[in-house]
């Protein structure tokens, strides 16, 4: 019974060494990882910038650019520029909440469509966040912060990210940054 209790130990023995001693001369030949320099970070960040630029969206997005629509949206965003680097409050007046893009389905982002300082902004939610600013009408005035805005050649005007919007002192929106770990 000992001996039969051996010839089954003894083969997954061997095998089980032979295994693990191939396991660690893979991980030993595996190749490492350096960081690349900034230098070369940079180098290939232009590099890839160059790629897309010559890409169907890098080249229609630059004619948009270009296009007194695009300096439209661009002229908007100097104006709001120092609020958003400030994380300020800009008083706006909503416009629009019905703003949906051509051939968009029913269930995806709803946009809110404010005016601050004269120019049309856009803001972008999710449905759920949506349910927040039910109590918004065209005309009311609110307060809006952000920590950033985007350009689309799809839209025609300048996505501000509405991270806090207030009206009469109630905060009717914040973003919780917590369940994106800050990004």
């Known amino acids: 019974m000992k001996k039969s209790l051996y010839v089954l130990i003894l083969p997954l023995i061997v095998v089980s060494g032979l295994v693990f001693a191939n396991r660690e001369i893979k991980s030993k030949t595996k190749p490492s990882q350096q960081k690349l320099s900034i230098a070369d970070r940079?180098?290939?960040?232009?590099e890839d910038r160059k790629k897309w630029e010559a890409s169907p969206d890098g080249i229609k997005?630059?004619?948009w650019e270009i296009s007194p629509e695009g300096k439209?949206?661009?002229a908007s965003h100097d104006k709001i520029r120092k609020y958003i680097k400030a994380f300020s409050n800009m008083d706006a007046v909503v416009t629009s909440l019905t703003f949906?893009?051509?051939?968009?389905?029913?269930?995806?982002?709803?946009?809110?469509?404010?005016?601050?300082?004269?120019?049309a902004y856009m803001m972008q939610f999710s449905p759920k966040d949506?349910?927040?600013l039910n109590s918004l009408k065209v005309n009311d005035k609110?307060?809006?912060r952000s920590h950033s805005a985007g350009y689309s050649p799809n839209h025609p005007y300048l996505i501000?990210?509405?991270?806090?919007?207030?009206?009469n002192s109630k905060v009717l929106f914040k973003r919780d940054f917590s369940k994106n770990n800050g990004c």
Do not use: C, T
Not at 42 to 46: N, Q, S
Not at 111 to 118: D, P, R
Not at 160 to 167: F, P
């Open 42 to 46: 940079e180098a290939r960040l232009l």
């Open 61 to 63: 997005y630059n004619k």
């Open 72 to 74: 439209k949206v661009h």
């Open 100 to 119: 949906q893009r051509e051939n968009a389905k029913s269930s995806g982002p709803k946009w809110l469509i404010v005016k601050i300082n004269g120019e």
């Open 130 to 132: 949506f349910q927040q």
């Open 142 to 144: 609110i307060i809006v």
């Open 160 to 167: 501000v990210s509405g991270d806090y919007i207030e009206q």
